[in-house]
């Protein structure tokens, strides 16, 4: 071996050791180490699981105002239908049957001859009435007194095996219908109470109807207060 022969394989070995020291320099620089790797780990966790939660909260939020619109639309409906009608019968009234301790109180709720609400002619008649699945009535109820259908996500509406509509799964509608004193309607009265200073008869009372809306969802154990609408008819 010559002098040039031992300078080129010191040269060659020269250039060898520096690839091999710059590779094993930039795998040290371009790569992650374990820790880095779990803590950009952690931070991406984090960031979906914020995520994730406030999508939740979104759906929560959007369901619920949803059920609170849809339970004021059955109050209102119920009040349109209720809100024209005088407080008691027209024909027979509200009136004491007897004189002194035997009297008792006539024509508060619906009349014998009135077994629908379809007959409902009076505000006293809706006293304790509830529409909907294992109500009284069939509903929840529009202001015609017609079942309001299930409406299904695509906007038709939901109909049961024969063809016919299915009314509204899950909602009901209650009416309390009560007495309250002429200058203070918010305080309560008994059905038959009389006032003597100043005067005023049974059936001369205000009455304040309180419509409210239920729903109960397929895992509801009970149903659950959406809306509430109260009128006062002087
Ligand atoms: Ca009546």
Redesign the pocket.
Known sequence: MNAHEVIDCAGVQGRVGRREGTRGRSRRRGGFTLLEAALALVILGVGVLALIESQAMFFAHNRYSTSAATGMYLCTELRERMRRLPRH?PVTGLYFEGTGQSATLQGWG??TS?TSFLY???L??YDGATFGAGATFAGPIDSAGVAISEVMPDGTIMENAEGEPVSMQGWSQRVRVEKVLPFDTSTVVASNATQSSPPVAVDQFPLRVTITAFYQGPLDAAPREMARLVFIQP
């Open positions: 019968d619906p009349e009135e409902y002619n009076d006293d008649d």
